[in-house]
Structures are given as structure tokens and as C-alpha cells.
């Protein structure tokens, strides 16, 4: 790297993920110096001494990647699954990053920031993120909130979970006769592989992973897409789930009745395409003519480096997002 490049201001975003954890380094101008894809970091799941174990070995091929030492970045910002849902695991993971940057320039939240951050350049507006759970985030002249994010028990209304859930619920009945079979009820006897439809009970339940249940949302699409209308219903109620979420981010936010609202999205769910963007449009502009839904400028991995630079108090500006988005994909990532 030279010597020029080694003196200007370095952002470090690290998204993390119930499935991947993405690492990249950028610098004021908005050049991508290094990226680096490692595994999950949901901490709920695999406990904070396995987070530090992905976060070393992140950081350091990262680092390597781009031929500097840790102290060399700015700030950093650290977008984690499930963080601040629970008080006292927060602590921990607040104390992780220093000892592997060598400095406290940085800041850990939840991953939800990462998407707002990417998909609408770290500009005032609402993110939804519609992956393996649901969560709205947003902000506005400084302030911020969330909405949703409850879970896969008791919440994650539109999610990809979600949405399995209702297709898993909608194969039963129309296994037993309560419903008409349709397309949904073939495309997940073939995609699992069932001589019995029972034996669905034994393949779900002795699964117990979230990610592998959420997968089955794309049989629900596939069935949406050959002409299920029951599938379509299940993408129809998602939209109108997610617009909920949406709308109570606005409210807490404050925005005006006649104040324009920008509005993004990232997540798995969304590569379903005009099957959900079309309902979430919709449902968004029957509760709202100042909502614009607007697609997404770069994956939430490229947010959490903008954030990080938002954060040091150096902003990125409209070129160097610009330069961003056109190096890197503008994803909505699972």
C-alpha cells in the first residue's frame, strides 16, 4: 500500500450474521482496500468466546489482505446479531474488538445498522431487513429506533422464518384435505423428498436450525411463482407485516405527516423480487403518499464501514459513496 494510501483515514465495517460475518476496509475516498467473508457471529447461538474466535480470524486475514497493522484504521464499526437484546452479554461484546484493534476507536451495535447504513448511504430514513428474522431501524436528525426483531418464536413477522412457517402450515393443510392442493404442497414434497407427507414432522423438527427452516421460504416463492395463490396470500401478508414495522420506525422517529420518508430494504426475503416489493409498495402507500421506497446503494457489509466513518466524525461524501456503490454490489444480503 502506499504511502499516500497509508495516511488517509481507513473505516473498518464488520456485518455479522446468524449464517456469515463480512469484513471490509475502505478509506475516506471511498475505495474498497480489502474484503473478507467468515462465519456466523450470532452470538446466541455459539456463545461470545466462539464471536472473538471469528472476529480474530476476520480481522487478521483482513488486515493481511490489506497490508496493515490494526491500529492503522480510523474507527470501526461492529454490527453484531442480537446485539442489545440482552444486558448482560452487551457488556462482553462492547470489550471484544479492543484488544484486537489495539485502540478504542470503535463502536459495537446491532446489525441492523450495518443495512440502514448501506442501503440509504447513512442518510435519514427507514430499513427493513427481511433475512432469516425481521427488524426496522432508522434515523433522523440524530435520533434513532428499531421496531420488530422479536425473533423466530414470538416475532420476525415477514421474515424468511416467517414466511416458511406459513408455507410449512399451508403444506399440512393441504395435505389432509383443508385446503386444495396447489403447487406449494409439490414443491416441497419434491424439495424434501418425501415418500410420506408425515415424514415432513421428523425432517422439520429434528432440524431445530433456524437457517435451514427459513431456506424453505423459496419453496413458498417457487409455488407463489407457479400460480399458488395461497403462496402469493403468505408474500401478500408479509408486505403488509413488514409496512407495520416500517410505519412504527416513522412514528417513533417523528417524522411530519407531510414529511417525505426515504425507505430501503436488505435481506434474503427480497431477492423474491416484485413478489414482495410489489405488496410492500403498496401496503406502504396506503398507509402513507410520503413513503419512497428506494433500492438499496450498497450491502449492509459496506454500511457498517460508512457508519464507521459517520462515527469518527469524518462523514463519507455523496462521491466516495458513489465510487462505493459502483465497485461493489448493491445487495440485499442475506
Not at 27 to 44: F, K, N, R
Not at 191 to 201: V, Y
Not at 309 to 320: C, E, I, Q
Request: charged residues 20%.
Amino acid at each position: 500500500m502506499s504511502a499516500t494510501r497509508m495516511s488517509a483515514p481507513l473505516f473498518l465495517g464488520v456485518d455479522g450474521g446468524g449464517t456469515k460475518t463480512h469484513f471490509v476496509l475502505v478509506d475516506g475516498d471511498g475505495h474498497i482496500l480489502a474484503a473478507h467473508e467468515g462465519p456466523s457471529s450470532y452470538y446466541v447461538a455459539l456463545g461470545i468466546d466462539a464471536v472473538r474466535r471469528v472476529l480474530v480470524a476476520g480481522l487478521a486475514a483482513l488486515f493481511d489482505q490489506a497490508g496493515i497493522e490494526p491500529h492503522a484504521v480510523t474507527h470501526a464499526f461492529f454490527g453484531l446479531p442480537a446485539y442489545g437484546e440482552d444486558s448482560a452479554a452487551q457488556a462482553l461484546l462492547d470489550a471484544l474488538p479492543g484488544p484486537l484493534l489495539g485502540h478504542r476507536r470503535y463502536r459495537c451495535g446491532n446489525d441492523m445498522v450495518c443495512a440502514w447504513a448501506g442501503s440509504l448511504g447513512g442518510a435519514d430514513g427507514i430499513n427493513i431487513v427481511a433475512g432469516t428474522g425481521s427488524i426496522g431501524y432508522g434515523e433522523r436528525r440524530g435520533a434513532s429506533a428499531r421496531a420488530g426483531g422479536w425473533g423466530e418464536v414470538f416475532g420476525d413477522e415477514g421474515s424468511a422464518y416467517w414466511i416458511a412457517v406459513q408455507g410449512l402450515n399451508l403444506f399440512t393443510r393441504m395435505s389432509d384435505g383443508r385446503l386444495a392442493k396447489g403447487p406449494l404442497h409439490k414443491a416441497f414434497t419434491t424439495a424434501l423428498g418425501l415418500t410420506r407427507d408425515l415424514d415432513i414432522c421428523a425432517r422439520i423438527l429434528n432440524a431445530r436450525d433456524r437457517g435451514a427452516i427459513a431456506a424453505l421460504s423459496q419453496l413458498v416463492a417457487r409455488a407463489a411463482q407457479d400460480g399458488d395463490t395461497l403462496a402469493v396470500r403468505v408474500f401478500d401478508d408479509a408486505a403488509r407485516e413488514l409496512s407495520a414495522v416500517i410505519d412504527a420506525v416513522r412514528q417513533a422517529l417523528g417524522f411530519a405527516s407531510d414529511e417525505p420518508v426515504a425507505v430501503s430494504y436488505s435481506g434474503g426475503v427480497f431477492n423474491a423480487g416484485p413478489l414482495i416489493l410489489d405488496p410492500l409498495r403498496q401496503r406502504l402507500a396506503d398507509l402513507s403518499a410520503r413513503y419512497h421506497l428506494e433500492t438499496p446503494i450498497v450491502a449492509p457489509s459496506i454500511g457498517a464501514a460508512i457508519y464507521a466513518a459517520k462515527l469518527a466524525g469524518t462523514p463519507l461524501s455523496a462521491n466516495a459513496i458513489q465510487r462505493l456503490q459502483t465497485d461493489s454490489p448493491s445487495s440485499a444480503e442475506p
